[in-house]
């Protein structure tokens, strides 16, 4: 592991924010509430479309839903930031479990 400079300003606001000794468990908890937040939001968008369409994304790639509904900008660009949301998930969840992995 690479050791890095960080600022005293930075420090103090890291310290500010969560409590305890170790420098690393204060900057693990920082970065596992982003991926947290960052996963809410995904999961937020995923649940939005699987309600607008009535199914799961991999259900809207099987029925060939984009082609069904007539290429239309609309779902093309829901397909798209369904797409994103869901790879964000896999692979936030995937950080998730490499933050706090010994």
Known sequence: MSTIAVSERLIR???R???????????S?????EIRRRL????????FYQKKYGMT???????EMV??????FEVETDYH????AIDGIT?????????WSN
């Open 13 to 15: 606001i890291i310290d």
């Open 17 to 27: 924010l969560e409590t305890g000794d170790q420098w690393e468990t204060k900057l």
């Open 29 to 33: 908890r920082v970065l596992e509430n």
């Open 40 to 47: 809410a939001r995904y999961e937020w968008i995923d649940r």
């Open 57 to 63: 994304f991999e259900e809207f790639e099987r029925n």
């Open 67 to 72: 082609k069904k509904l007539g290429y239309s």
């Open 81 to 84: 930031e369904w797409d994103m």
């Open 91 to 99: 692979t936030l969840r995937q950080e998730l479990e490499e933050l």
